[in-house]
């Protein structure tokens, strides 16, 4: 008996969108990153890049549940003394929708040079355009 192994360039990668209107923030970027990494093929690997591309369109309009729009923050240091900063996502959603959804996903891959190549294929952005419909995305069923 033979087991084949998946490796990077057998895959015939596919494209998806979705919609993130009023989705819960948390269990959309688990399903991107599961997609992401390639989880729902039958040719898994956990060691090869197999996932798919996902485009994510209105980014500002994620839901985030109970009080978090004001009680989550986003924390971050400039490596200097005094310098850590805070921002109340409900301020970040405003400025940086597609950044909100960017982290909870990289949040949930490898912290490896693989999961830094599988988050490259996630394309996030703030509105309903996107200028990836040349590779003719399907529609992502949450």
Not at 52 to 76: M, P, S
Not at 88 to 108: H, N, Q, S, T, W
């Amino acid at each position: 008996m033979r087991t084949d192994s998946a490796s990077n360039n057998d895959t015939e990668r596919s494209w998806y969108v979705l919609d993130a209107s009023d989705i819960p923030l948390g269990r959309l970027a688990s399903r991107v990153a599961s997609v992401l990494r390639g989880k729902h093929r039958a040719d898994f690997s956990p060691h090869a890049d197999n996932g798919d591309f996902v485009v994510v369109v209105n980014a500002e309009k994620v839901k985030l549940t109970g009080g978090k729009l004001d009680q989550k923050r986003w924390y971050h240091h400039s490596h200097y003394p005094g310098g850590l900063k805070e921002e109340r996502y409900r301020d970040l959603i405003g400025r940086r929708p597609e950044f909100v959804i960017e982290k909870a996903v990289k949040g949930m891959l490898p912290k490896t040079s693989l999961g830094r190549r599988q988050a490259k294929k996630l394309k996030v952005y703030a509105g309903d355009k996107h200028p990836h419909s040349a590779q003719k995305p399907e529609p992502f069923k949450f």
